[in-house]
C-alpha cells in the first residue's frame, strides 16, 4: 500500500497579525546582552510565523559592518562561546528565511565581563588627629568590565555611615574624625554582572591627639572635580551614583533626579545617608542631582549620565497598494545619540543607494510587492523596522500550475512532488491522485504551502515508496478567481505520472576509437545505464559540445545516445 508522509505548515495570508501571513515580523530580536569572559553567549530570536525557517547569525565589528562573519550553527537560539575580549564591543544579528524572504535583525550589543583580582592602589595605614575635618583613605579598584564600583568595610562590618562617603575615584572620606573614626579599613571592589568581590588589604586609621573643631560651611570635594564626574552608560545597565560633600556639622546627603528624591524601590537603591544610590534598568535620563546641606548652608553638585544605545524605530508596518500607486515608507526613529544613518533592504538584499529616511517606490508593479526593512544607526546602535509592502494588480491574472518536480521515485524512498501556482489573485492550489479513472483529491492539510506575494508552492511528501505508485497520475490543479466578477472563475491543471524505479548505480560504456577520414561525418556511441535513466554530456578535448544532433533509445534500464557531429 502506498504510505504518505503528509506535513502541515498552514498556508500564508496577508494579513500582518495572523500567523501564518505571508508576510512577517520578528516577535523578539538579539537584546543587548553581557557575558562572562570564558562563558558560552546565548542568544535568541522569534518571529511572528510558525512557517519553516532558515536562521543564520552573523557577527558584526560595528554598526556600519553590513557583511560581518556568519557564525557556525543556526536555530532561533545562537551558543557561542568560551568568549572572549575580541568579542567585547560586537555586534551579532540574526536572520530568518521564509521561502526567499528574508528579515535582518537588530544589531545586539554583546560585552564581555570580568573582574581583576589585584587593586590598582590600596588602602594605606593613616594618622589623623582627633578633631581633624577630613581623612582619606586611598583605594583604586581592580580593572574590570564594567568598571567595578568599590565598597569599604570598617572592622569587617559594611560601612554606611552619617560622615562618611565614597569619592569617584574609590577613596573613603571620613569627615569630623573623632576617636570612633579609628580602625581597621578595607576596600572592596563589586561588579554589577555578578562577578565575586574583591577584598583590598586593610588600612589603619590611627587617631590620635586632638585639633579645635571649626564650624565649616558645606564645600565641594575636588576629587568629583580632579575625575571630571560624570557617569556613562548604556540604555538598561546598573550604575552607582557618589555624593558627597565637605563640611562641620558633616552634611545631609540626597540624590535627585529632576525634583524628585531618589528612594529606594524596583529600580534604584539608595544608602541609609543618602550618599550613594544604585539605580537600574537606566533609561532615558540626562543628570542627577548630589545636594548636600548643614546648619551653615547647602550646595547642588550635577552629574551628567550619558545614556547610549537609546535609539528606537517603530516596525511592523502593512503598506497595501495598488499597481501604479506610490509606495511610501518612513523610518521612525528617536532617542538617537548623534545623527543616524538609514539603510533601506528588500527580502533581505541590501537596496543600493538608499540612504535617506524616507523610501518611495513610485510606479509599483507587483514584483516590487515584498519585505522591507530600514535600519537606523549611529556608532553605539543600529535598529531596524519592517514593511510588508503588498502591491495588488490590476488585471486579472488567470491561474497557471506547473509541476515542478521530477518524475522518477526511487523504490523505497521517499518521493516529494512539487508544483508552482501563479496567477493574480494568487491561486489556491490542489493536489490530486488518479487511480482507475477515479480522481480523489488529497486533503489540503495535508499539504505543505510556501507563498509569496506573486505565486505559491504545493509540496506532496510520498514516503516510502511501493510498485503500487508506479504509473499512478498526480494532478496539480489551481483556482482564481477574476478580481473584478466574482462569478468568473479560472482553472488550470497540470500532471505528473509517477515512475517508480529499483536503483541502479549509473554505468557507462565509452565510444570506441574511431579514425575517420577528413571531411566525412564523425558517429560515436555511448551507452549508459541506470535508473532512473541517467543524462549525459558530451565533450571534446575537456570542452562541452553543446548543440549537436542527438537520438536517444530507452530500453529495459539502458539509455542508448547516438551523437552525430558533422565535419568541420
Known amino acids: 500500500m502506498l504510505a504518505l508522509l503528509f506535513v502541515l505548515l498552514t498556508g500564508f495570508g496577508v494579513n500582518a497579525q495572523d500567523e501564518s501571513s505571508v508576510a512577517f515580523y520578528f516577535k523578539s530580536e538579539p537584546a543587548d546582552t553581557w557575558v562572562a569572559l570564558g562563558e558560552t553567549l546565548t542568544l535568541s530570536c522569534s518571529t511572528s510565523t510558525e512557517v519553516e525557517k532558515t536562521w543564520s547569525w552573523t557577527l558584526h565589528s560595528s554598526t556600519s559592518d553590513v557583511t560581518g562573519t556568519v557564525l557556525e550553527g543556526s536555530g532561533d537560539t545562537l551558543e557561542y562561546g568560551p568568549a572572549d575580549m575580541e568579542l567585547n564591543n560586537k555586534f551579532i544579528t540574526c536572520s530568518a528565511d521564509v521561502f526567499g524572504t528574508q528579515l535582518i535583525s537588530r544589531y545586539a550589543l554583546i560585552r564581555v565581563s570580568f573582574l581583576e583580582e589585584e587593586f590598582q592602589v590600596e588602602p594605606s595605614d593613616v594618622t589623623a588627629k582627633s578633631g581633624s575635618e577630613h581623612?582619606?583613605?586611598?583605594?583604586?579598584?581592580p580593572n574590570g568590565n564594567p568598571a567595578?564600583?568599590?565598597?569599604?568595610?570598617?572592622?569587617?562590618?559594611?560601612?554606611?555611615?552619617?560622615?562618611?562617603?565614597?569619592?569617584?575615584?574609590?577613596?573613603?572620606n571620613i569627615l569630623n574624625v573623632d576617636e570612633s573614626c579609628g580602625g581597621s579599613y578595607t576596600c572592596i571592589a563589586n561588579s554589577f554582572q555578578g562577578h565575586d568581590p574583591v577584598t583590598s588589604r586593610a588600612g589603619v586609621l590611627t587617631v590620635s591627639g586632638t585639633t579645635t573643631q571649626a564650624s565649616l560651611p558645606v564645600t565641594y570635594d575636588v576629587s568629583f572635580a580632579y575625575s571630571r564626574y560624570r557617569i556613562s552608560a548604556r540604555m538598561g545597565d546598573s550604575v552607582?551614583?557618589?555624593?558627597?560633600?565637605?563640611?562641620?556639622?558633616?552634611?545631609?546627603?540626597?540624590?535627585k533626579i529632576g525634583s524628585e528624591v531618589v528612594k529606594s524601590s524596583d529600580t534604584a537603591e539608595v544608602s541609609a545617608h543618602g550618599t550613594w544610590a544604585n539605580l537600574h534598568s537606566l533609561g532615558g535620563i540626562s543628570a542627577v542631582k548630589c545636594e548636600g546641606s548643614n546648619s551653615l548652608g547647602s550646595q547642588t553638585m550635577n552629574i551628567p549620565i550619558d545614556v547610549?544605545?537609546?535609539l528606537q524605530v517603530a516596525g511592523g508596518i502593512a503598506v497595501n497598494i495598488l499597481e501604479g500607486e506610490q509606495a511610501t515608507m518612513v523610518c521612525s526613529e528617536s532617542g538617537p545619540n548623534g545623527d543616524p544613518t538609514f539603510s533601506w533592504y528588500k527580502n533581505g538584499a541590501k537596496l543600493g543607494g538608499e540612504t535617506a529616511r524616507i523610501l518611495e517606490v513610485k510606479n509599483t508593479m507587483r514584483?516590487?510587492?515584498?519585505?522591507?526593512?530600514?535600519?537606523?544607526?549611529?556608532?553605539?546602535?543600529?535598529e531596524q523596522s519592517t514593511f510588508a509592502v503588498t502591491v495588488s494588480a490590476l488585471d486579472s491574472v488567470p491561474v497557471k500550475v506547473t509541476v515542478t518536480s521530477d518524475e522518477y521515485g526511487l523504490l523505497g524512498e521517499n518521493a516529494q512532488l512539487s508544483c508552482?501556482?501563479?496567477?493574480?489573485?494568487?491561486?489556491?492550489?490542489?493536489?490530486?491522485?488518479?487511480?482507475?479513472?477515479t480522481v480523489n483529491a488529497?486533503?489540503?492539510?495535508?499539504?505543505?504551502?510556501?507563498?509569496?506575494?506573486?505565486?505559491?508552492?504545493?509540496?506532496?511528501?510520498?514516503?516510502?515508496?511501493?510498485?503500487?505508485?508506479?504509473?499512478?497520475?498526480?494532478i496539480c490543479k489551481g483556482v482564481n478567481t477574476d478580481l473584478y466578477e466574482s462569478s468568473i472563475i479560472y482553472q488550470a491543471d497540470s500532471s505528473i505520472i509517477l515512475q517508480v524505479v529499483q536503483a541502479i548505480e549509473p554505468s557507462i560504456s565509452l565510444p570506441s576509437t574511431s579514425v575517420i577520414k577528413s571531411g566525412m561525418p564523425l558517429t560515436l556511441i555511448c551507452s549508459v545505464e541506470g535508473s532512473p535513466p541517467p543524462t549525459i554530456e558530451w565533450f571534446m578535448n575537456g570542452l562541452k559540445i553543446d548543440g549537436e544532433a542527438e537520438e536517444t533509445y530507452v530500453t529495459d534500464g539502458w539509455v542508448e545516445y547516438i551523437r552525430v557531429k558533422q565535419p568541420t
Open 135 to 141: 581623612a582619606r583613605l586611598e583605594c583604586l579598584p
Open 148 to 172: 567595578p564600583y568599590v565598597t569599604w568595610q570598617k572592622d569587617g562590618e559594611d560601612l554606611d555611615q552619617g560622615n562618611t562617603y565614597v569619592d569617584p575615584l574609590g577613596g573613603l
Open 240 to 255: 552607582r551614583v557618589l555624593c558627597g560633600f565637605l563640611g562641620n556639622p558633616a552634611p545631609t546627603f540626597v540624590i
Open 308 to 310: 547610549t544605545g537609546s
Open 367 to 382: 514584483a516590487d510587492s515584498g519585505m522591507y526593512q530600514c535600519f537606523a544607526a549611529t556608532v553605539y546602535s543600529k
Open 420 to 437: 508552482v501556482g501563479q496567477g493574480n489573485p494568487v491561486p489556491s492550489v490542489t493536489w490530486h491522485r488518479k487511480e482507475a479513472n
Open 442 to 474: 488529497i486533503a489540503i492539510d495535508n499539504v505543505v504551502y510556501k507563498e509569496t506575494f506573486i505565486e505559491i508552492l504545493a509540496m506532496l511528501n510520498i514516503a516510502n515508496l511501493s510498485m503500487a505508485e508506479d504509473g499512478i497520475e498526480y
